[in-house]
């Protein structure tokens, strides 16, 4: 999942350290003013992701052999050099908002070349040509990977990766279900932002709308829009994955107790589907440890496990995506009214003519 928002580097806590530097003062801060301070500074960090998110949709990261790609009824691989081609190892299975950002920027530590939302903006001609039916899941890997991606989180799902030995699966999860619940609620908007002037005319957007309502929309909700953001639709989604994945699996609809009783379902119909040696089921507050003995890569020194993309930073990065739509409102508003007075101007100024002009030239008498 989600937001194409790049992953953080240096000038994004560059900035934050910026706005948030303050004189030194004798007073330490109180636990409540740092946990403030903590939720403001990430939450500018996200406004920042958010204006990368902007250019991201925008299509200023893609190439320009996307763009022909995008123009053109064939479809070119552009491969990378031969160093450089490989094939997917690593395939993410967790749901959205499970840590899977954190993973990934994990994953690139250890030399991994990542699939996820950053990227999704950029090869965007793939997704474009795997919706319209040009090739399956099998040649969308290996293109993959002939692309230099070496580990996907936006493409493959637990059925791809049980028929693929050569591919290890993980799968994300939170400490439990409201919390992931709680914090995808957070990111739902996404899609109706996309939706809004003046995103749904970007060409990036257009192309990869089936995806986005796929993800969002049609595959939580069944295709109810409105409802979206609905608890009690969202628990009959899990019902309907659980259906899905598993016809052994019973259905309940009890509240909150089935949100609960479905997740940890679901979590056990991937375990149970792909053989315990390729399949880690991952918090990322458990760190290197697990992650690297089950990759068979060394713990790196020094370098502590990122947590990264907070509650805060996006909420931060949805209101300046938010933001946009409503500075868009403001400009056809003032463009309207501009519009509008400049006519009724006119309008004033050809009658004053026409007056001046009678006035000027009074009709004979016969």
Not at 293 to 320: C, D, N, Q, S
Request: hydrophobic residues 40%.
């Amino acid at each position: 999942m989600m937001l194409f928002a790049r992953r953080p580097t240096n000038s994004t806590f560059m900035l934050s350290a910026l706005i948030f530097a303050a004189p030194s003062s004798d007073a330490r801060p109180s636990i409540l003013e740092e946990q403030h301070l903590g939720y403001y500074r990430s939450f500018v960090e996200g406004s920042y992701v958010g204006l990368q998110s902007l250019l991201a949709l925008t299509g200023f990261y893609e190439e320009d052999n996307v763009k022909r790609n995008l123009h053109s009824e064939s479809f070119n691989v552009n491969a990378n050099e031969k160093d450089s081609q490989t094939e997917i190892k690593v395939a993410g299975l967790g749901l959205g908002r499970t840590g899977s950002t954190s993973l990934v920027m994990a994953l690139e530590i250890l030399g991994y070349v990542v699939m996820h939302d950053d990227e999704q903006t950029e090869e965007t001609d793939l997704y474009a040509a795997y919706e319209d039916d040009m090739f399956d899941d099998d040649r969308l890997h290996e293109i993959l990977g002939l692309r230099g991606y070496n580990a996907t989180f936006k493409t493959a799902d637990y059925e791809w990766v049980a028929e693929h030995a050569e591919v290890k699966g993980i799968l994300t999860v939170r400490d439990d279900p409201d919390t992931y619940v709680d914090s995808w609620l957070v990111a739902a908007p996404f899609i109706d932002i996309v939706q809004r002037a003046p995103f749904k005319w970007m060409p990036t957007v257009r192309e990869l709308m089936p995806e986005l309502r796929a993800e969002y929309i049609d595959e939580t909700t069944g295709g109810d829009v409105e409802k979206y953001l609905d608890r009690d639709v969202l628990r009959e989604y899990y019902t309907k994955y659980t259906k899905e994945v598993s016809r052994s699996l019973s259905i309940f609809v009890a509240a909150r107790i089935s949100s609960l009783i479905i997740y940890y379902q679901i979590s056990f119909q991937v375990q149970d589907s792909i053989p315990p040696e390729r399949l880690l089921t991952f918090n990322v507050k458990q760190g290197w440890g697990p992650l690297c003995e089950y990759l068979g890569h060394p713990v790196p020194e020094g370098i502590p496990f990122p947590h990264v993309h907070t509650r805060a930073k996006l909420e931060g990065e949805m209101f300046f995506l938010q933001m946009i739509t409503w500075v868009w409102k403001l400009f056809e508003v003032i463009s309207f009214a501009s519009i509008l007075a400049v006519t009724v101007k006119a309008k004033v100024l050809i009658t004053k003519t026409k007056r001046a002009s009678s006035q000027n030239h009074p009709k004979k008498l016969e």
